[in-house]
């Protein structure tokens, strides 16, 4: 019997999230038509014998119930639970504090996914691979680009076996361009090893050291994991990527319409005479509509009840629930929040992302990147909004350029 962990933060975590985390958790925001960790269920529930998946975290109770009811409903072989920390325990605190609730049932492993990513999820892989070799943990590994390589835990393997010889957390100097993606596995022989860390964390005393009541698994775990020679990784060529700031939401959308390609295309829109020109990978809602007339894709989610009106043009970007559109306007690589008008002929844009940018300003100058409309934003007719990230409620009635508008 297998459980999974989903570690999904608090509402202090999701400040890069912003605005959009104003008005849900980041981990249920809808990317590719679902709330983010609804991907990470979809994947565990295509793991035999997997029985309980538990969701730590440090939001009120409430938060997620809504988000479980439906997903048991969903997955019906899975018991899916909320677990809540007092207060931020960090990435191995929670699985510490509630380890009796995890080892329950006597679970042979446990796979505990960080919530904000976007990934293919070779779970099955990873599995296989962890019960060839000798390890407590198998990381998900993945290689990016040497520039950003150190915004990550950073890996170096021996290349004969994969085990890890050395793991550092974000490095301020480059060591590897292997990285952890933050989804691991782990034999339940790990709990002694928390054990271990957590009372040398107690016993240090080193009063130039800050010192919290925060476990983590990437500092307190891996790094003497590595030195006994328990930590392993499973290297993925598939696709991966970290959800930090609300423009990422973007490029994840269209990672996960790419994969309904190939594993789902009855999810995706196809062109059907009399219907909307689609262009590449396109998620519609059944309850929004589309005018036939308009022309959407690639990369677009369109969501509950959205109106979108005659000729009108939409391509990378979300829309989300009860958003209308209407007709001749553009809306190119953007975020349009819950409840947002757009009049006519308006044109909303923003620019693609390609690595995930972790500041939004420079300078006091408005970054070019995916433009965000938070909720109950009214764009008026013929008006250009370009690169701008915009509070809810906001009434656009001017151009408005590299903007944060509050
Ligand atoms: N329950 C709980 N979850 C937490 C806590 N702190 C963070 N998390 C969750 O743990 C995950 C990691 O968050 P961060 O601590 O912000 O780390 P990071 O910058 O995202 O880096 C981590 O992920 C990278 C891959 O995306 C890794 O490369 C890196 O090594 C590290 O694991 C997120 O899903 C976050 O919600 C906590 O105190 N409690």
């Not at 538990?54 to 969903?74: N, T």
């Not at 040497?146 to 050395?166: I, K, M, Q």
């Not at 022309?295 to 959205?306: E, H, Q, W």
């Not at 001749?328 to 620019?351: F, M």
């Amino acid at each position: 019997m297998y459980k999974a962990i989903i570690l999904v933060g608090g509402p202090s975590r999701g400040t890069r999230f912003r605005p959009l985390s104003l008005n849900v958790p980041k981990p249920l925001f809808p990317v590719a038509g679902h709330p983010i960790i609804w991907h990470h269920l979809e994947a565990l529930s295509k793991i035999e014998g997997l029985k309980e998946v538990l969701l730590i975290g440090f939001y009120e109770d409430s938060i997620f119930q809504r988000f479980i009811d439906d997903a048991v409903r969903e997955f019906p072989k899975i018991n899916i639970r909320y677990l809540r920390e007092y207060q931020s325990l960090g990435t191995a605190g929670g699985l510490y504090h509630f380890r009796d609730e995890i080892q329950r049932g006597d679970p042979q492993q446990i796979f505990v996914l960080n919530a904000d990513v976007a990934c293919s999820f070779p779970l099955n892989e990873m599995m296989e691979f962890h019960n060839k070799n000798q390890g407590l943990c198998t990381i998900l590994g993945t290689k990016v680009a040497r520039e950003v390589a150190t915004r990550y835990g950073c890996l170096v393997a021996n290349p004969e076996n994969n085990e890890v010889l050395h793991y550092v957390e974000k490095p301020e100097n480059f060591i590897s361009d292997l990285i952890s993606c933050g989804i691991y596995l782990f034999d339940c022989a790990i709990f002694d090893e928390m054990k271990k860390a957590m009372q040398n964390k107690q016993l240090r005393v080193d009063p130039d050291q800050l010192v919290d009541d925060k476990l983590r698994l990437e500092q307190d775990l891996f790094r003497p994991l590595a030195v006994s020679k328990k930590l392993f990784v499973y290297v993925t060529n598939d696709f991966w990527r970290q959800i930090k700031t609300a423009g990422s939401a973007v490029p994840a959308n269209a990672l996960y319409l790419e994969q309904y390609l190939k594993t789902n295309p009855d999810r995706l829109l196809k062109n059907e005479s009399g219907g909307p020109t689609i262009v590449g990978c396109v998620y519609k809602h059944p309850t929004a509509f589309v005018d036939p007339s308009a022309k959407i894709g690639p990369n677009v989610t369109i969501g509950p009840r959205a109106v979108v009106g005659k000729g009108v043009r939409i391509k990378d970007s979300i829309i989300l629930d009860n958003v209308e559109i209407k007709a001749n306007s553009c809306i190119l690589h953007s975020i349009i929040g819950w409840g947002s008008k757009i009049g006519t002929w308006a044109r909303v844009e923003g620019t693609p992302i390609t690595n995930d940018q972790t500041v939004i300003t420079q300078n006091g100058v408005k970054l070019q990147s995916i433009t965000i409309l938070a909720n109950e934003v009214m764009v008026k007719d013929e008006i250009i909004i370009r690169n701008c990230i915009v509070l809810p409620h906001k009434e656009l009635r001017t151009n408005c350029h590299n903007e944060i508008l509050m």
